[in-house]
């Protein structure tokens, strides 16, 4: 019974840091000039979080971290267009990675290739249900392989990070 | 050892060239798609409030949900030159030419969107400036 309570404290706390991470994240990354002109697309930093918490926590918690962070970040640096961006974007793009990885034949950097090409194609998809566009073809394709460019980045940086976290953090 | 490691990645390269495949397949279809631009059409709030002809220069004030953006047409290019948006990302995604291609104003909630010869015909249009 003790040891079961603290095993939850110390999950509540892990739960806590990791989401608190992706808040940091947000805003450091809010803090860039859009590097690319186009509405909703940014680097996507806060990945890392999502892909760490996907390897060292399982599915369905880097679900809720990602659920949380979202929520999160979206009520403190945006409004509820970039909620619905966010969302739509970061679960594809999770279910996508969750997926790739639960055929466990993929290494993480084109896991987190896939992921970030699924974020902006879940962005996408919405953009065009919002602004009644249906020529998105030219938006796809630059959105395709600018996420495809970022999932590289993130993939690289959240090997180098899961190398260097202990498991005992999460476990 | 590097047949090795080409073994181990496999599914790897497989995963990322189809991704790759795909991706190429999308920007050749737009580009494709892309000739034959002929109109530029204005939609604010998701309705076509305007069209012009891509061939003629002007400029023109679109009046969006919460604000303005200057549309420029010269030598068969679009751009938005000037708007009171707070991200300005309308002005810096440039000028603009081929059917499909669109400028977007979220703030505004404004799309500057080139079109081809069919959306002449479109009943829809309020106003064809010619």
Same mark, same amino acid.
């Given at each position: 019974?003790?040891?079961?309570?603290?095993?939850?404290?110390?999950?509540?706390?892990?739960?806590?840091?990791?989401?608190?991470?992706?808040?940091?994240?947000?805003?450091?990354?809010?803090?860039?000039?859009?590097?690319?002109?186009?509405?909703?697309?940014?680097?996507?930093?806060?990945?890392?979080?999502?892909?760490?918490?996907?390897?060292?926590?399982?599915?369905?918690?880097?679900?809720?971290?990602?659920?949380?962070?979202?929520?999160?970040?979206?009520?403190?640096?945006?409004?509820?267009?970039?909620?619905?961006?966010?969302?739509?974007?970061?679960?594809?793009?999770?279910?996508?990675?969750?997926?790739?990885?639960?055929?466990?034949?993929?290494?993480?950097?084109?896991?987190?290739?896939?992921?970030?090409?699924?974020?902006?194609?879940?962005?996408?998809?919405?953009?065009?249900?919002?602004?009644?566009?249906?020529?998105?073809?030219?938006?796809?394709?630059?959105?395709?392989?600018?996420?495809?460019?970022?999932?590289?980045?993130?993939?690289?940086?959240?090997?180098?990070?899961?190398?260097?976290?202990?498991?005992?953090?999460?476990? | 050892?590097?047949?090795?490691?080409?073994?181990?990645?496999?599914?790897?390269?497989?995963? +990322?060239? $189809?991704?790759?495949?795909? %991706?190429?397949?999308? #920007?050749?279809?737009?580009?494709?798609?892309?000739?034959?631009? &002929?109109?530029?059409?204005?939609?604010?709030?998701?309705?076509?409030?305007?069209?012009?002809?891509?061939?003629?220069?002007?400029? +023109?004030? $679109?009046?969006?949900?919460? %604000?303005?953006?200057? #549309?420029?047409?010269?030598?068969?290019?679009?751009?938005?030159? &000037?708007?009171?948006?707070?991200?300005?990302?309308?002005?810096?995604?440039?000028?603009?030419?081929?059917?499909?291609?669109?400028?977007?104003?979220?703030?505004?909630?404004?799309?500057?969107?080139?079109?081809?010869?069919?959306?002449?015909?479109?009943?829809?249009?309020?106003?064809?400036?010619?």
């Amino acid at each position: 019974m003790n040891k079961k309570s603290r095993v939850n404290v110390k999950k509540i706390s892990v739960y806590g840091m990791i989401t608190a991470a992706a808040i940091v994240l947000s805003w450091l990354e809010a803090q860039i000039p859009p590097f690319f002109p186009i509405p909703g697309m940014k680097i996507g930093l806060t990945n890392i979080i999502v892909v760490i918490a996907l390897y060292k926590m399982g599915s369905g918690s880097a679900m809720a971290v990602n659920v949380l962070r979202i929520l999160l970040v979206s009520f403190l640096f945006g409004g509820p267009s970039a909620l619905i961006y966010s969302l739509s974007g970061g679960m594809l793009s999770l279910l996508v990675m969750i997926l790739l990885k639960k055929t466990g034949k993929f290494k993480m950097i084109s896991v987190s290739i896939a992921g970030g090409i699924f974020h902006n194609v879940g962005q996408i998809l919405i953009a065009m249900l919002m602004t009644d566009t249906t020529s998105i073809l030219w938006y796809l394709a630059v959105l395709w392989f600018a996420g495809a460019v970022s999932g590289t980045l993130i993939g690289i940086l959240g090997n180098t990070l899961l190398k260097h976290l202990p498991d005992s953090i999460f476990k | 050892m590097k047949k090795g490691i080409l073994k181990r990645v496999k599914y790897d390269i497989f995963l +990322v060239g $189809i991704l790759i495949t795909v %991706g190429a397949a999308v #920007l050749l279809t737009a580009v494709f798609n892309g000739q034959g631009g &002929e109109y530029v059409c204005i939609k604010t709030d998701g309705e076509v409030s305007a069209v012009y002809p891509l061939t003629e220069n002007r400029r +023109v004030v $679109i009046n969006g949900a919460n %604000g303005t953006n200057l #549309l420029v047409i010269e030598n068969c290019q679009a751009y938005i030159s &000037e708007a009171d948006c707070p991200d300005k990302l309308c002005v810096r995604q440039g000028k603009i030419s081929m059917k499909g291609q669109s400028v977007i104003c979220l703030p505004h909630r404004i799309v500057v969107e080139i079109t081809g010869q069919e959306q002449k015909d479109n009943s829809d249009i309020d106003v064809i400036v010619k």
